[in-house]
Nanobody, 124 residues
């Protein structure tokens, strides 16, 4: 079992920047990828970004490409999501998740461990 804890979400103005973090503990051995997903009120959970744990390869949803950056600190078992040029449409609960599937995926069903989420609100 892997425990994931997200933190860093808060209210930020449009055009602003924010970094959210996710710390992993427990049985982290076997992690292939870590991902960030988000869910806005009344909408389905959607993929945001994924990082391959071993080599740092990153993938992004088109909606955030060029504005968001996913990174990881292997020694700290932590994954980060740096968000720039934030828009009101980025408002959502942001979740991190872990996948052990040995292939790139953006399908939430392939991620077996999830955090509780952190709220990011973009508003003036």
């Amino acid at each position: 079992q892997v425990q994931l804890v997200e933190y860093g979400g808060r209210l930020v103005q449009p055009g602003g920047s924010l970094r959210v973090s996710c710390s992993a503990s427990g049985r982290t051995f076997g992690t292939y990828a870590m991902g960030w997903f988000r869910q806005a009120p009344g909408r389905e959970r959607e993929y945001v970004a994924v990082i391959i744990w071993r080599d740092g390869t990153t993938y992004y949803a088109d909606s955030v490409k060029g504005r968001f950056t996913i990174s990881r600190d292997i020694a700290k078992n932590t994954v980060y999501l740096n968000m720039d040029s934030l828009k009101p449409g980025d408002t959502a609960v942001y979740y991190c998740a872990r996948s052990t599937r040995m292939a790139h995926t953006t399908n939430a069903a392939d991620f077996d461990s999830w955090g509780q989420g952190t709220q990011v609100t973009v508003s003036s």
